[in-house]
């Protein structure tokens, strides 16, 4: 499976993979508009796994869609900001370059594998079909390529089960299919959302472990969605937190577990259930995430965080500098960061 | 920092794969080939939709020919198609000319001609065997036509969405409303010539809309599936979006359609022709017999039953067959 050397654009070694910048996504409702991702900054270099940590409706998976090309337009709408793949714009390319691109250097696991996999086809078809699509393989050669993919993402007697439907897989095994499709080609950047949300606490930890596994064997760069510190703790170098569409904290990863500098990330930290507080009530943050269609004003976390004065329901603090590879968006961030000292 | 959560290395065996179908409990019919290990019970996992609409094929045929129903209509079908592609197994000789005695008109139902014989002294028998050829053709290609039709049009309606969706379905709208019998009479009448091909023409150009909207509003549920912006992200091209994995998804509820209405298409044609503006004779169909036989069916009935009872049972054998379709076909009613 060698990568076709001219089908990669150019770019230099201090460009990075993937350039996310101010991205603004909205969805235009009939009676409202849904401001579901106000300026995401990010980049992503080679072999580097970035972690997108949000609750439900922070933005984080429409930003995957944004980056993918999948958005629903209409009703969804890009509405600022560049994207941008080894220094070329990917929003300014024509839709067929972008699908070319999809898949082959940008790829996607999706959250749930049984409903993400067609249920009439035989899994090693929909394996296939990558190479059908991409490399105009011929059928036979396909199905050759998804055993050994199979083989690859450890499902035992790949050979056999290529004639399998979906749902004839267990929920683990059904991900490493999906995880087959998406790598299938060796791509540069492959964007996991919620990879392992649909699944057995036991079998996520196989699957994460078999996504790094893979990501270290082709050095991809990963881009995990998720809502679990405790996958993020693992297996991520970088951690970006979004909430209501923004980003709030920006780090490395035991800069964030050791030192919270956003109320937020220090409250989601805070939540994780502890085997040493057993018997205690678990901690919460207050409150629930903001309707994107009305965000409150100010710092948009201002109505839930304890550490709130007056100057959070009117100004929106800015994504300010912590240290040299942080950022947070707090006001106070020197106190958050104090007080987790 | 240390890893909190460090997952033992990746064993796929400890991970449970559901028993390969077959072995599960009475769940699998007998006397299917190795094959059949893709029939899993439905049951064994509850929820799971695509489980189910996967085996949903092959339930609905288990269901099917357990229906005695369904047998009986099939087989009914099955013979009135033998009987329009082989008319001279049944029947021998085509009727007319010299095989129609003027001597022998409107004789009844007697030895060797166990139908009678009708005005121009033609075997009734022979005549209602030949005469099922054009009801079968037109019923099976109106069907296939206008289910062409709707599934092309209403795959597109459904898959772009937009303006296109809303012009397409406007025009369907308008055919939709076009009252049927009225419709068809308007046009054939402008027809001098009528044959059994102008009578397709124009049942299928009055017969699509009810299918395309089926269609659109299948593949408008189809297209918001996983699996289908799954392909979109891993870079599949448009048509290859709906030609594999909309359409294999969306097709079922049109095809059930079209095979109720299948009956109806052949009773409209005996319509038209009973009206006088289906075929004309000399041609040869159970309308025109039983236009031909009304005015003497006080005194020769034999002449206006016989077609009148092919076409009936023909008509019910494929609405049978369609409700049993359908019915196996809706997880609604099982």
Known sequence: ?341 | MTEPFNPPPSDPQTEHDPPRAGGVGGAVTVGMAPDATLLTDASTAPGQTAEQQTSLTKEAWRDLRRNPLFIVAAAVVTLMILVAAFPRLFAGEEPGGATCPLGQSRLPPRAGHIFGNDLQGCDVYAKVIYGARPSIVIGIVVTIVTLFIGIVLGSISGFYGGWVDTILSRFTDVAFGFPFIVGAIVILTAFPQRSVWTVVIVLSALGWAGLVRIMRSSVFSAKSMDYVQAARALGATNSRIIIRHILPNAVTPVIVLATIGVGAIIGSEATLTFLGVGLQAPANSWGLSISQAQRYFIDSPHMLLFPALFLSTTVLAFIVLGDAVRDAFDPKLR
């Not at chain 1, 269609?293 to 100004?315: D, K, L, Q, W, Y």
């Open chain 1, 1 to 341: 499976m060698e990568k076709d050397a001219a089908g990669v654009p150019p770019g230099g070694s201090g460009t990075p993979l993937l350039a996310v910048d101010n991205l603004h996504v909205e969805f235009r409702l009939r009676d409202r508009t849904v401001r579901a991702v106000n300026g995401v900054t990010y980049s992503l270099a080679e072999g580097e796994t970035l972690a997108i940590l949000g609750e439900s409706g922070s933005g984080k998976s429409v930003s995957a869609q944004a980056i993918m090309g999948i958005l629903d337009s209409p009703p969804g709408f890009i509405t600022e900001g560049t994207i941008r793949y080894r220094g070329e714009d990917m929003l300014g390319m024509e839709e067929e370059q972008r699908r070319k691109l999809r898949g082959r250097r940008i790829s996607m696991v999706f959250q749930d594998a049984l409903s993400s996999l067609n249920p009439v086809f035989r899994v090693g078809d929909q394996i296939g079909e990558m190479f059908r699509v991409h490399l105009g393989m011929s059928k036979k050669d396909s199905l050759v390529k998804a055993a050994e993919l199979m083989d690859r993402v450890r499902i035992p007697s790949a050979k056999d089960r290529i004639r399998d439907y979906p749902h004839q897989f267990s929920g683990g095994m059904r991900q490493r299919v999906m995880i087959a499709m998406a790598l299938a080609l060796e791509p540069d950047i492959v964007i996991a959302d919620e990879p392992t949300t649909a699944l057995d606490v036991t079998v996520q930890a196989q699957i994460m472990r078999l996504l790094k596994d893979l990501q270290n064997e082709m050095s991809m760069g990963l881009i995990l969605i998720t809502h679990d510190l405790g996958v993020v703790a693992d297996v991520a170098d970088r951690i970006e937190v979004m909430y209501a569409g923004r980003v709030v904290e920006e780090a490395d990863v035991e800069d964030i577990y050791a030192h919270p500098a956003h109320p937020y990330t220090e409250g989601l930290l805070l939540s994780i259930p502890r085997i040493d507080q057993k018997g205690q009530a678990l901690r919460t943050i207050p409150g629930t995430p903001p309707n994107l269609a009305n965000i409150p004003s100010g710092c948009t976390f201002h109505p839930r965080c304890h550490r709130a004065r007056a100057i959070c329901a009117v100004e929106e603090p800015a994504l300010e500098t912590v240290s040299m590879s942080r950022q947070s968006r707090c006001h106070f961030w020197p106190e958050v960061l104090d007080a987790t000292q």
